[in-house]
């Protein structure tokens, strides 16, 4: 167990409100990421961290922001939620240099 | 750009019926290929790291080998119980993944 805690899990909102997913670990490691999982395109990065207020760009990043203002909490931020922005995200921390990604059991978000 | 290709995207399979899945890679740099599981409503779970062709890992029923363009994860004598998305990944530098689309497999009892 990784100790990586998602939420909410399910969440049902409408189009152009703002939702905020949060990714909590128990341990204090440096590196946290989120991903969103669509059929078809895989696993895909939209952002990750590598230390509080340290963030980058994952590949799929338009209109989404993260924040980190402590170690064990990262924030991903949907602006203005649109219906491609319905998918599962997930979150992973990773535990050091070359180790893998560990992975929590994700949220799964529908924009009407 | 860095692409991961997984084959075949579906597989079914008799328990006890040994059989490969396929991960082709093109990744600048690659610092480590991964496996992960996958269970319906769960997130990935990990399952190996590959980091020089030429290497394999074991676990149970699982062979995780690496060459210099494809991994292969060979399932020998599999259960119901390995039923489940498989999924690979390469990794570039500043710990990036490129994840394939998966391989679904299901064995049937």
């Known amino acids: 167990d990784a100790g990586i805690t998602q939420s909410p899990r399910h969440k049902v909102t409408e189009t152009g409100t703002p939702v905020t997913l949060r990714c909590h670990q128990t341990?204090?490691?440096?590196?946290m990421y989120w991903y969103r999982q669509d059929p078809g395109h895989g696993l895909r990065l939209i952002h990750y961290?590598?230390?509080?207020?340290?963030?980058d760009k994952g590949e799929v990043s338009d209109g989404y922001s993260v924040s980190r203002s402590k170690t064990e909490d990262f924030l991903l931020t949907l602006e203005s939620a649109t219906s491609s922005q319905t998918s599962v995200y997930f979150c992973?921390?990773?535990?050091?240099?070359?180790?893998?990604?560990?992975f929590g059991d994700g949220t799964r978000l529908s924009i009407l | 750009e860095d692409q991961v290709t997984q084959s075949p995207e579906a597989l079914r399979l008799q328990e006890g019926e040994s059989s490969s899945l396929n991960c082709s890679y093109t990744?600048?740099?690659?610092?480590?290929l991964f496996w992960y599981r996958q269970d319906p409503g769960k997130g990935p779970e990990f399952l190996f790291t590959?980091?020089?062709a030429g290497e394999e890992k074991e676990k149970e029923r699982l062979k995780a080998t690496l060459t210099k363009k494809e991994s292969f994860l060979h399932i020998t004598a599999p259960k119901p119980e390995d039923s489940a998305t498989y999924l690979c990944a390469g990794q570039t530098s500043g710990s990036r993944l490129t994840f394939g689309e998966g391989t679904q497999l299901t064995v049937n009892p």
């Open positions: 590959l980091y020089s």
């Open positions: 990744v600048s740099g690659l610092r480590g």
């Open positions: 961290s590598y230390g509080v207020k340290d963030t």
């Open positions: 992973a921390i990773r535990t050091g240099t070359d180790q893998p990604q560990h």
């Open positions: 341990e204090n490691h440096r590196y």
